[in-house]
């Protein structure tokens, strides 16, 4: 039986990646910037604050993927009026293969938002 506590804690692989996309909150579109990415769910930054628990609807052209659900599970201010969030996809991705696909198209930054901001 494995833990789910420590570093190991993630059900699936996550990637590192640097997208473009665009959320819909409310009426109004969102510009962000994915991070990082699992079948599960994503960290992004954006320039609006968001609430743990609020639900929107984001579009990755890159996953070739009709828009996606995602739920704030954490947020955190990055640098000025930049956040941090983590989010999970509802329902889950089904596979890894566009992720590969993604990362082996660009890994995206080594560092951390906070690093980069």
């Not at 990646?17 to 990415?37: D, K, S, W």
């Not at 739920?71 to 999970?88: L, Q």
């Not at 329902?91 to 906070?114: C, I, N, T, V």
Request: with cysteine.
């Amino acid at each position: 039986m494995s833990s789910l506590s420590g570093p190991e804690r993630r059900r699936y692989p996550r990637y590192r990646v640097r997208l473009r996309i665009q959320f819909l909150r409310g009426e109004a579109e969102v510009a962000a910037e994915i991070f990082n990415i699992s079948r599960s769910g994503c960290l992004l930054v954006t320039p609006v604050a968001m609430q743990v628990g609020e639900r929107v609807e984001v579009f990755v052209p890159a996953l070739g993927r009709p828009p996606q659900a995602f739920k704030v599970i954490r947020t955190r201010s990055v640098a000025g009026s930049w956040h941090a969030v983590a989010a999970d996809f509802e329902p889950y991705l089904p596979d890894d293969a566009p992720l590969l696909k993604l990362r082996s198209q660009d890994e995206g930054p080594h560092e951390d938002p906070e690093q980069i901001f």
